[in-house]
């Protein structure tokens, strides 16, 4: 049982890893708007697009680290 816990947990940590790395680029891209600001002040519409983002990205990790 152990045998198939250990790959759940690298890919688990791998495709964590590859979101963060993807919402920092994705901030990094994209200068006209501060996402960090605009998320404290409680911009709803920013959270939706952040969150959209971040499913998606999440989305074609696991496909492409899960098989």
């Known amino acids: 049982m152990l045998e198939a816990v250990w790959p ?3 890919y688990g940590i791998t495709g964590i890893f590859l979101s ?3 919402y920092r680029l ?3 891209l994209e200068t006209r ?3 960090s600001a605009e998320l404290k ?3 709803m519409a920013v959270a ?3 969150g959209c ?3 998606g990205m999440c989305f074609i990790i696991g496909r ?3 098989g």
């Open 48 to 50: 939706i697009v952040v």
């Open 8 to 10: 759940a947990v690298v």
């Open 53 to 55: 983002f971040i499913l």
């Open 20 to 22: 963060l790395v993807g």
């Open 41 to 43: 002040s409680g911009n």
């Open 64 to 66: 492409a680290v899960g």
């Open 33 to 35: 708007i501060d996402f």
């Open 26 to 28: 994705f901030d990094l």
